[in-house]
């Protein structure tokens, strides 16, 4: 923004703009003013600074268009006063995509996000006749009109619950800015055309979500081929393959063009969600063992617990690691089992390890179930989802997680999230943190609802930034009991951390609380030994404070 306002706005001065008035109006040079502007995210807000003045509107304006986002609805929608949105003109969707075409903003975008329900009329009757609704091909064709229009835009993603046709594709593979690309194909198994992506130049990041063979997904193959640049992989599949026990993901599908000609693509971070597919000798040459450096897998391998069903596929994993895992800095993954700690300690140089622990809604699994009852003797399972093992089995596992981790990655570990199904005690926890000294996030569970914790950790962390205490699933006593008082537990806090030695430390987690720490700060006076009194402040937060941090926000099964 700085390059196109008058250079002489930064030459400008606060003064009073009516000296012969009792009240000073003072005027900021207008670099403060394009600051404080920059801070706004909300749209509201920058919407009623535009129309503050002309000034303003000239210098809020990229700010209010840089991320677009317009959402779709099956349905009418009423607001308060009980007056339908759009009256007099045209759905929000409709109104949003004209003011980008008619009006000179769309130079502006840099985001362009189009998401919700789109109301194709009689689908099965156009499938019938082989035809593409009208509704469908305007949309996009109107899309693509505006994505023209884009001439900076970096980032485009396509969550509605209809298809992505060949005319905005082929505008997206115009774009020579297009860096970031996320695609939802429909869940819909009524015939569609499919479409064979071209490649995007510049492309870094793509995700692909809600993958099902059985629903016409477009090919990826090419893009996937072309997009020489690429960096981040992230595909999503449909649940429903993995529920059903069906091997239907053909690898080959996806892959096949990279593998016929030899291209292995530089990607540094790999996700996949609900893969269940086998993995084939043809997979090692999909990817560079020397790029790839953080994978995550949800819902993709079974653990401890899980559904047997899937073993024999996901043995194919197991058994033999893809050899670009040996390269590995970073894993997150929601299952924990021995064949998985295995393959753990056959890397070395792990820097960041998250197990993620959140619970999906429990599904009544095809295993197990006939004509919708379930058969005597069956329990319900959700795949993918670990299951709580017996105490024992537990305990045993966790330690030999910490061995591992403590053994093979102690000097480089710097983000640790552990199964806050793993209660850990006193001497587990000094073994992990006296082996791993370089830590500065760390999250696990305790056997205890004791403050000590603190005493025991800090001494031994000196670079810790953050610690998260993770709730007992299985006991509700557990964070009752830390939940109990608010003000003991800042209390608390302030005495064992008021220490220079612990200056690092800047957030901790109690089960569903965050609470930040603030700096050290001198008391002004000395203890009876003459040496200088500090404290730090500690007051509760709201939890988007930290979503950012890597032990909250990635402890979610998202890609």
């Not at 700085?2 to 400008?12: E, G, P, Y």
């Given at each position: 923004m700085a390059a196109v306002l008058n250079s002489n706005m930064f030459d400008c001065a606060v003064n009073d703009v009516s000296p012969k008035s009792r009240e000073q109006v003072v005027q900021l040079p207008l670099n403060l003013i394009a600051l404080i502007i920059s801070y706004l995210d909300n749209v509201a807000d920058l919407a009623r600074v535009c129309r503050t003045s002309r000034v303003l509107h000239y210098m809020t304006l990229p700010q209010l268009y840089s991320r677009v986002t317009l959402h779709s609805y099956a349905h009418i929608r009423y607001g308060s006063d009980e007056r339908p949105e759009g009256c007099g003109s045209a759905s929000p969707l409709a109104m949003g995509l004209n003011g980008l075409i008619s009006r000179n903003v769309a130079g502006l975008v840099r985001s362009f996000k189009i998401s919700g329900e789109w109301n194709e009329g009689d689908l099965e009757e156009f499938a019938k006749v082989g035809r593409i609704p009208d509704t469908s091909m305007m949309l996009n064709m109107v899309?693509?009109?505006?994505?023209?229009?884009?001439?900076?835009?970096?980032?485009?993603?396509?969550?509605?619950?209809?298809?992505?046709?060949?005319?905005?594709?082929?505008?997206?593979?115009?774009?020579?800015?297009?860096?970031?690309?996320?695609?939802?194909?429909?869940?819909?198994r009524l015939p569609r055309p499919v479409?064979?992506?071209?490649?995007?130049?510049?492309?870094?990041?793509?995700?692909?979500?809600?993958?099902?063979?059985?629903?016409?997904?477009?090919?990826?193959?090419?893009?996937?081929?072309?997009?020489?640049?690429?960096?981040d992989l992230r595909l999503h599949w449909s649940p429903r393959m993995r529920d059903e026990l069906e091997l239907s993901v053909q690898l080959q599908s996806y892959f096949g063009r990279c593998i016929a000609a030899d291209h292995k693509i530089p990607v540094k971070d790999i996700a996949f969600q609900n893969l269940y597919a086998q993995q084939t000798e043809e997979f090692e040459k999909i990817f560079d063992p020397n790029k790839v450096r953080r994978i995550t897998?949800?819902?993709?391998?079974?653990g401890a617990g899980d559904n047997a069903g899937t073993t024999f596929v996901d043995d194919t994993w197991r058994m033999k690691p893809p050899?670009?895992?040996?390269?590995?800095?970073?894993?997150?993954?929601?299952?924990?089992?021995?064949?998985?700690?295995?393959?753990?300690?056959?890397i070395a140089g792990l820097e960041s390890?998250?197990?993620?622990?959140?619970?999906?809604?429990?599904?009544?699994?095809?295993?197990?179930?006939m004509n919708g009852t379930r058969s005597q003797g069956s329990?319900?399972?959700?795949?993918?989802?670990?299951?709580?093992?017996?105490?024992?089995?537990?305990?045993?596992?966790?330690?030999?997680?910490?061995?591992?981790?403590?053994?093979?990655?102690?000097?480089?570990?710097?983000?640790?999230?552990?199964?806050?199904?793993?209660?850990?005690?006193?001497?587990?926890?000094?073994?992990?943190?006296?082996?791993?000294?370089?830590?500065?996030?760390?999250?696990?569970?305790?056997?205890?609802a004791d403050f000590d914790l603190f005493r025991l950790l800090l001494p031994f962390l000196p670079r810790i930034y953050a610690i998260r205490i993770l709730d007992?699933?299985?006991?509700?006593?557990?964070?009752?009991?830390?939940?109990?008082?608010?003000?003991?537990?800042?209390?608390?806090?302030?005495?064992?951390?008021?220490?220079?030695?612990?200056?690092?430390?800047?957030?901790?987690?109690?089960?569903?609380?965050?609470?930040?720490?603030?700096?050290?700060?001198?008391?002004?006076?000395?203890?009876?030994?003459?040496?200088?009194?500090y404290t730090r402040p500690v007051k509760r937060v709201p939890l988007d404070m930290v979503k950012d941090i890597e032990i909250w926000g990635l402890d979610s099964l998202e890609i």
């Amino acid at each position: 923004m700085a390059a196109v306002l008058n250079s002489n706005m930064f030459d400008c001065a606060v003064n009073d703009v009516s000296p012969k008035s009792r009240e000073q109006v003072v005027q900021l040079p207008l670099n403060l003013i394009a600051l404080i502007i920059s801070y706004l995210d909300n749209v509201a807000d920058l919407a009623r600074v535009c129309r503050t003045s002309r000034v303003l509107h000239y210098m809020t304006l990229p700010q209010l268009y840089s991320r677009v986002t317009l959402h779709s609805y099956a349905h009418i929608r009423y607001g308060s006063d009980e007056r339908p949105e759009g009256c007099g003109s045209a759905s929000p969707l409709a109104m949003g995509l004209n003011g980008l075409i008619s009006r000179n903003v769309a130079g502006l975008v840099r985001s362009f996000k189009i998401s919700g329900e789109w109301n194709e009329g009689d689908l099965e009757e156009f499938a019938k006749v082989g035809r593409i609704p009208d509704t469908s091909m305007m949309l996009n064709m109107v899309v693509r009109t505006a994505i023209e229009k884009m001439e900076k835009l970096d980032s485009f993603s396509w969550e509605l619950n209809t298809k992505m046709l060949q005319t905005v594709y082929h505008g997206l593979a115009q774009r020579q800015t297009l860096s970031s690309l996320t695609i939802k194909f429909p869940a819909t198994r009524l015939p569609r055309p499919v479409i064979l992506i071209p490649p995007i130049p510049r492309l870094q990041t793509l995700k692909i979500t809600d993958i099902d063979p059985l629903c016409y997904p477009d090919d990826i193959s090419l893009l996937l081929l072309g997009s020489k640049k690429l960096r981040d992989l992230r595909l999503h599949w449909s649940p429903r393959m993995r529920d059903e026990l069906e091997l239907s993901v053909q690898l080959q599908s996806y892959f096949g063009r990279c593998i016929a000609a030899d291209h292995k693509i530089p990607v540094k971070d790999i996700a996949f969600q609900n893969l269940y597919a086998q993995q084939t000798e043809e997979f090692e040459k999909i990817f560079d063992p020397n790029k790839v450096r953080r994978i995550t897998m949800i819902n993709s391998l079974a653990g401890a617990g899980d559904n047997a069903g899937t073993t024999f596929v996901d043995d194919t994993w197991r058994m033999k690691p893809p050899k670009f895992m040996q390269g590995l800095k970073s894993m997150r993954l929601d299952v924990w089992s021995k064949g998985h700690c295995d393959v753990i300690g056959k890397i070395a140089g792990l820097e960041s390890v998250y197990l993620i622990s959140t619970k999906k809604v429990a599904k009544e699994q095809v295993n197990g179930t006939m004509n919708g009852t379930r058969s005597q003797g069956s329990s319900p399972c959700t795949p993918g989802t670990p299951a709580t093992p017996s105490s024992s089995s537990a305990i045993s596992l966790a330690k030999d997680y910490i061995e591992v981790l403590s053994t093979n990655h102690g000097q480089t570990l710097r983000h640790l999230l552990l199964a806050a199904q793993w209660r850990l005690g006193s001497d587990d926890i000094a073994k992990l943190v006296r082996n791993c000294p370089n830590l500065e996030q760390l999250g696990l569970g305790i056997e205890k609802a004791d403050f000590d914790l603190f005493r025991l950790l800090l001494p031994f962390l000196p670079r810790i930034y953050a610690i998260r205490i993770l709730d007992n699933p299985e006991s509700s006593a557990f964070s009752q009991e830390l939940k109990a008082d608010e003000d003991v537990h800042e209390r608390k806090m302030t005495e064992y951390i008021s220490k220079r030695e612990y200056n690092t430390l800047r957030w901790v987690g109690i089960c569903d609380m965050a609470f930040e720490v603030g700096k050290l700060v001198s008391l002004h006076g000395h203890a009876g030994n003459g040496v200088a009194l500090y404290t730090r402040p500690v007051k509760r937060v709201p939890l988007d404070m930290v979503k950012d941090i890597e032990i909250w926000g990635l402890d979610s099964l998202e890609i």
